[in-house]
């Protein structure tokens, strides 16, 4: 048996040995898992009428600028696997990133975050990298 395998059956065991001692699932305790696990990945996604390449690029340079590792870039794919060191309020957090362009010219960016410790207290990397994005590719204005 692989790795993975093994690694898929030990968390299956573990999902059923849970369920058998649990008995009938608590609405409330689900309400609060569901609370917490929608607090630490958060997702959010924005559409913009500027090429591909020029959202690409602010992208990885915002990412440079933030001192964030690029575990992953793809251009063919849109996909950007980002990872944050840890702070002083957050052990590290991953950020993905899917840049699609659309059937309308336009292209669509969808940033997920999700801190690599439960107990940490990220940033709020949507907002962040957005308005990044956002002042890179604003039309400069020339007093």
Known sequence: MGAGALRTFASASACALLLAACGAPDPERIARE?????????????????????????????????RMTIVQADAVDGVIELRHAASTSSAGERIDIRVTATTEGAVRVE?????????????????????????????????
Request: cysteine-free; hydrophobic content about 45%.
């Open 34 to 66: 569901r609370e917490i696990a929608d607090a630490i990945d958060k997702a959010a996604a924005r559409v913009y009428k500027r090429p591909f390449d020029v959202i690409w690029s602010a992208l990885l340079a915002s990412a440079a600028e933030r």
């Open 111 to 143: 940033i997920r975050s999700r801190p690599l410790v439960a107990v940490s207290l990220p940033r709020d990397w949507q907002r962040v990298l957005f308005g990044d994005l956002e002042q890179k590719i604003a039309p400069r204005r020339h007093p």
